[in-house]
């Protein structure tokens, strides 16, 4: 092919020295540059990829237990029938699932022992529909019948209360009876049908499930005080809860999983953020590395810099010689780095429990972490900016030893050749 002469001796310098002894200082140093870069990449890459598959491991079993929106009526009051604030909800392409609930705090206590607890009111029949967590547990879904005043505990609050299915827990709700002798706060027996393990440590530790029947008479509402929506996309939730918030008007409240989970979800992002800017670094002194290699082949090439100038190649030939050089190096590295980082992560569940296993050593104890394998979850949206960061990085680093290259004089260069 008749390339460009910049591009044919740009590609050799890039790869002189490999055979002989006289530059093979500068071709060791241009190898560690490149693989300096490929480990950055590679780096940034797998470890990215592990905090989105932590993020999607703990956002998956946090809305198997939440629904990804939730319609309020303002001021927190019973819904006049829930029936009609779901049927308008449905109208939107996004909605697959509605169901009533009652939710409101409130204390257990089996006899000595006393916990706080979020207790949700809700409907066995519609429940499965919007959460995971209820078309799991149908055999428990089913024993909670209006009137039965049975619940279903996380499996954390029940450990810590002591109590297992049939045994007897009393519910303590806010706002007492007035009575001569002062106030008396209004208790409720409840029986223990079930337990549920969602995986969340939150939820599995502080909720509580009853008939929404149950939880409007215990609280004394006059029936659900809000709706949960299911969505097909998880991620669009904010947008169609702001759509559905204007087509049903002031009266109601919505509230879509990301904010009613906002800190958590923010600190995640932050962490994404500062571990890609801090491992962006380490490409930053692998690509800056190029800097040196390029000073150095330009202080031995210059009497071929000369050569080519007395021959008729423009300073600006010059420069695009060695600025090719250095763009190779930074694509290689990037490339290289790329393919070994999207490996790394695909396969992420058999080279660690490799790794454990020839260590000897746990990096997830169960009896510590939720989550005992490491998650990982490639996403184009990060590989492509970080390729796109480090080849520009590359890129910057050839500029200022090209640039001499190209201010090097003919004569002054062969005056000791």
Do not use: C
Not at 98 to 126: C, H, K, N, Y
Not at 236 to 262: F, I
Not at 379 to 390: F, H, K, N, W
């Amino acid at each position: 092919m008749n390339w460009p002469y910049e591009l044919q001796i740009g590609w050799r310098y890039t790869r002189s020295g490999r055979a002989g002894r006289r530059n093979g200082f500068i071709s060791f140093i241009s190898g560690v540059s490149m693989a300096g870069i490929a480990l950055g990449v590679a780096a940034l890459i797998i470890v990215l990829s592990v905090m989105n598959g932590f993020q999607k491991e703990v956002r998956d079993r946090m809305l198997s237990v939440v629904a990804h929106v939730e319609v309020h009526a303002a001021g927190d009051a019973a819904l006049p029938d829930w029936r009609i604030v779901a049927a308008q909800a449905r109208r939107h392409p996004q909605v697959i699932g509605a169901a009533p609930f009652v939710a409101a705090l409130g204390l257990l206590s089996p006899g000595e022992t006393m916990r706080g607890t979020l207790v949700r009111g809700i409907s066995p029949a519609d429940e499965a529909s919007v959460t995971a967590l209820a078309a799991k547990l149908r055999d428990e879904m089913d024993r909670l019948r209006p009137g039965a005043w049975g619940v279903v505990l996380g499996a954390e609050l029940a450990r810590s209360l002591g109590v297992r299915e049939g045994d007897k827990v009393a519910l303590i709700t806010p706002g007492g009876q007035v009575t001569p002798a002062g106030v008396i706060p209004r208790l409720k027996q409840l029986t223990v049908v079930g337990t549920f393990d969602s995986g969340h440590w939150e939820y599995d530790s502080g909720l509580a499930l009853m008939h929404v029947d149950d939880a409007a008479r215990l609280f004394r509402v006059e029936g659900p005080t809000g709706v949960q929506l299911r969505l097909k996309d998880v991620q669009a939730a904010r947008t169609v809860a702001a759509e559905l918030g204007q087509a049903m008007g002031s009266g109601y409240e919505l509230r879509d999983w990301t904010r009613s989970n906002r800190a958590w979800f923010d600190a995640v992002q932050i962490e994404k953020r500062l571990m890609f800017i801090i491992l962006s670094l380490i490409v930053a002194v692998a690509a800056f590395n190029l800097v040196s290699t390029l000073v150095m082949t330009v202080t031995d090439k210059r009497a071929d810099i000369a050569i080519l100038r007395t021959l008729g190649a423009s300073p600006r030939s010059v420069m695009g010689i060695f600025m090719v050089q250095g763009a190779a190096s930074g694509v290689i590295g990037t490339l290289a780095g790329v393919l070994l980082g999207v490996g790394v992560a695909f396969h992420i569940d058999t080279i660690v429990p490799a790794i454990e296993r020839a260590l000897g050593v746990n990096f997830l104890p169960g009896s510590v972490y939720v989550i005992s394998r490491m998650p990982s979850d490639p996403q184009r949206g990060d590989i492509v900016p970080i390729a796109i960061i480090s080849l520009l990085l590359s890129f910057v680093a050839t500029l200022y030893p090209s640039w001499r290259a190209s201010r090097v004089q003919p004569a002054r260069a062969l005056r000791y050749e």
